[in-house]
């Protein structure tokens, strides 16, 4: 089928007197596109709120360096002055 005849027909009907319709169509089409708004405006905020989870959950786990202590008895935080020590270390922070 082509076509041009049923682009001529829609825009007959949208466009048109309203005795044929075209008043009902025009509110239809004008209801649907304010009724996607929010679905569009829902899913970008979605999305941003999902790629922020997920870059923070991988920045937690791809350090550089990582050290983990596994001794109970002792406060993490005392060896944060012994690691900023080191040579070539621009940035340290603890985590829990």
Known sequence: MKTGPAFFIALRYLL????????????????????????????????????????????????????????GSREPESALPYIEGLPGIRGIWSER
């Open 16 to 71: 048109g007197r309203a005795h044929e319709g075209g008043r009902y169509l025009r509110g239809a089409a004008a209801g649907i596109a304010l009724s996607l708004i929010p679905i569009v405006v829902t899913l970008i905020v979605a999305d941003g709120m999902i790629r922020g989870i997920t870059d923070r959950f991988l920045e937690l786990g791809t350090g550089h360096i990582q050290i983990f202590n596994f001794q």
